[in-house]
């Protein structure tokens, strides 16, 4: 996520969600890209849209170093708390 500018990402992102809508991958990713751009509002919502979507890989969640600003929010942890454990 680093290696680009926030816009071309998310422009990437944008277009793999057209081609695959129902992915949570996309929405996880632009998760990390909000993030790490110091949006923890829209990071948060686009998490949410990944687990609507059907990510469940709580152990990603909490050690992926894109999301590393979140880990104290409160709304990271409920939502972290609501994935099983041990995936």
Same mark, same amino acid.
């Given at each position: 996520?680093?290696?680009?500018?926030?816009?071309?990402?998310?422009?990437?992102?944008? /277009?793999?969600?057209?081609?695959?809508?129902?992915?949570?991958?996309?929405?996880?990713? #632009?998760?990390?890209?909000?993030?790490?751009?110091?949006?923890?509002?829209?990071?948060?919502?686009?998490?949410?849209?990944?687990?609507?979507?059907?990510?469940?890989? /709580?152990?990603?969640?909490?050690?992926?170093?894109?999301?590393?600003?979140?880990?104290?929010?409160? #709304?990271?942890?409920?939502?972290?708390?609501?994935?099983?454990?041990?995936?």
């Amino acid at each position: 996520i680093a290696c680009m500018p926030e816009d071309t990402y998310n422009d990437i992102l944008a /277009r793999c969600a057209e081609l695959e809508p129902k992915s949570p991958q996309g929405p996880y990713n #632009r998760a990390g890209v909000a993030a790490r751009a110091g949006r923890p509002d829209d990071a948060l919502r686009w998490l949410e849209r990944a687990v609507e979507l059907g990510y469940a890989d /709580r152990a990603a969640l909490e050690q992926d170093p894109d999301l590393a600003s979140l880990k104290d929010d409160p #709304r990271f942890r409920a939502l972290v708390g609501r994935l099983p454990s041990g995936r």
